[in-house]
């Protein structure tokens, strides 16, 4: 079941284990220092790192790569522009590490804090972007952490150019570049690696799609937090404003289809079901949107213009990402709650209504990452939510649910203060 | 990879998530009404749960299972009532369900609100004493979890009849008995089952001997947080008070030496090495423990009357569990550092010093989930901190490190709650 680790993977690994104790005792003025220089280094290398991303790009038209991966896989001179702006922003963020978390003194003296640690040794696992490559270095660097990065073959050159810049910065402030390194490799094989490092790395993050998250969800060793997919839905209540209802459907379904917040199913109360499925089909026709109808539903939307074809299980249980969109009349929030229960990926649902009641009987039954009320589902986001930068959205409940930063990249150490104390 | 589950347990797994949808809605008020009930139960059924304890009894006595398990395995009248007095102590405890742990409003008005809530299906594997079934069951249902509970075979009729008793007990206040469960059947395969029951278990806390952790961390795919395994290390500085010091190494490791917490390397700075090596090892001798010692350790200890042996690396490496102590002599507070940082299991270490500088470097280096500073290592346990109880003391760095009580069993939902607000 577990890969055993190549010499190399080894070596590196141990590489990043070392940088990582010396990360532990910089202080947040030397940490910020290296984020600055890090992104002068960014802004001097433009020329090689747009060299380097040129040959990927090549390779991967060659390939005949689709469009949209092409995209993301380029890194434009404004790409790499907001890439160098989102380091100030890390750089302004408070530094977790040595937060008190719990501080007291018990009644026979002994002084417990609770403070805040790095991990130690942070894998990351992604898919094309390149930006994700300086983001995640960036906040585990912000946080203490060692970053052992694990890119995408397809933006192996880019990657490559950009963790050497990071490292030339860091290793001209005298710090160890190891901080931040690629794992040795672009192979299926270092995945394996990487997630079997059991004693070597603390914890891997995936950001990717569903197959990537789920093999390195049963296949690891080494703890992880597992991200980002998402079958989000909205309940629009009978106690709902309608217009508003329309504004938040159109906007978490359409604004940016393609990302983990936005909503998969609506589910309508009958009371408003006829009413607001004709006001808002008209809107979703204007974006192209198709609707996965339940019989009710197909027959309230007749006439808008909006394409509808008929609801199937693996509707709900679709993450489309695209402009389709599930849709469903229900009798009461239970049976929304119900439906919610069996089918959602558990990131973030939405409730419409204007009943306090309904709407704290709906928060306190429904188990999901971040619910949304009366507000669209595309709030779940680090950035939105004014954490200044995110690492991921978990979807998972242990350790960090919903969007994660810097405090989420940090574990504790309880200090035990006295003075000869012994237990009796 | 995967074990696939049997029917039996589907359907038993399936029962409990069932539960835990209910628990997640009762209020603090109904959960100690729960509680107190079952303590009650456990008092009036004191007699059937003695004969199932006997008939344990009596077949392991067959077997010709060892004095010490055997003793673990004793359920005695006195045991019961701690069982049933720990049950008013977590009903004491502050519910941690609905505790809002960060709040704040957004520049744009959107209120958020990040929510403890439960976890909802705890599976717990743990070996002989029967005391954690009542404790894990009776911790999940305050934080409003269902408790899936795997004990040992060896206990299987007596946890068989507290399980029913505490199941009688919710069923008269009609709440749901499936809120805590033993999984069906004893067998080993039920620990596979338990752990790759993902998406219906949603945390496998494991409690019990290193190669039940191990097998539990290597084979799950459910989340796990791995508990308890310590060596833990005392260093004593140049500048330790070395009467207190003396009365600490003592007490840590010979007050409980069978627990995670005990010590089980000490380490000495050259500069105070023969005078406190000389004063420790006749206290130790008093109560026969056996050290494994590096030569100048051997050569300082001569006289004492303690039984000294050379150590090796295994030794550095042991859990011993027993009267044994490793210990050498450092030149420095660094190299008593970097033999940590080569062999702890990262429980608990101690640091005695009356130097603050020594201190503060040693705090910042060490990454352990509890470090004690001129205290004994016996501290880290959730009742000595003031938790009022514990589940475990999790040795990993996601979710929980160090003691673990209520809080530890609860995850988190955002609440983003808006008048109509959508993104732009």
Known sequence: MTTPLSDEFRAAAQRSRAAARSLRTLTADEKNRALAVIAEQLDRDGEQIAAANAEDLARAQQQG?????????????????????AIAVVRDLPDPIGEVIRGYRL?????????????????????????????????????????????SASAANTNAALVATMRRALMSESMSADSIQLVPGTGHETVDELIGARGLV???????????????????SVPVIETGVGNCHIYVDAAANLDQAVAIVVNAKTQRPSVCNAAETLLVHRAVSDEFLAKVS???????????ADEEATAAVAGSGVEAVPVTDAD?????????????????????????????????????????????HFLAAVDSAAIAV?????????????????????TQKLHARGPMAL??????????????????
Chains 1, 2 share one sequence.
Request: aromatic share 4%; proline share 3%.
């Open 107 to 151: 009644p026979n003296g002994l002084s417990v804090e609770q403070i805040r640690v790095p991990m130690g040794v942070v894998g990351m696992i992604y898919e094309a972007r390149p930006n994700v490559t300086v983001d995640a270095a960036t906040l585990c660097l912000k946080s203490g952490n060692a970053a052992l990065l694990r890119g």
């Open 282 to 292: 008209v809107a979703l026709a204007d974006h192209d949107v198709t609707l996965h």
């Open 374 to 394: 009366n507000a669209s589902t595309r709030f779940t986001d680090g950035g939105e939510l004014g954490f200044g930068a995110e690492i991921g959205i978990s």
């Open 316 to 360: 709900w249980a679709a993450e489309y990402y695209s402009f389709d969109l599930a849709v469903g009349v229900v009798d009461s929030v239970d049976q929304a709650i119900n439906h919610i229960q069996r089918w959602s990926s558990g990131h973030t649902e939405a409730i419409l209504s204007d009943s306090a009641t309904t709407v704290q």
């Open 407 to 424: 405090p989420e990249l940090t574990t504790t150490t309880f200090v035990i203060t006295g003075n000869g104390h012994i237990r009796s």
């Open 65 to 85: 790569t689709a469009a949209g991966l092409l995209d993301r896989l380029t890194l434009t001179q404004d790409r790499l522009d907001e890439i160098v702006e």
């Open 202 to 220: 603390d914890v891997v993050i995936p950001r990717g799609g569903a197959e990537l998250i789920n093999r390195v969800v049963t296949g690891a």
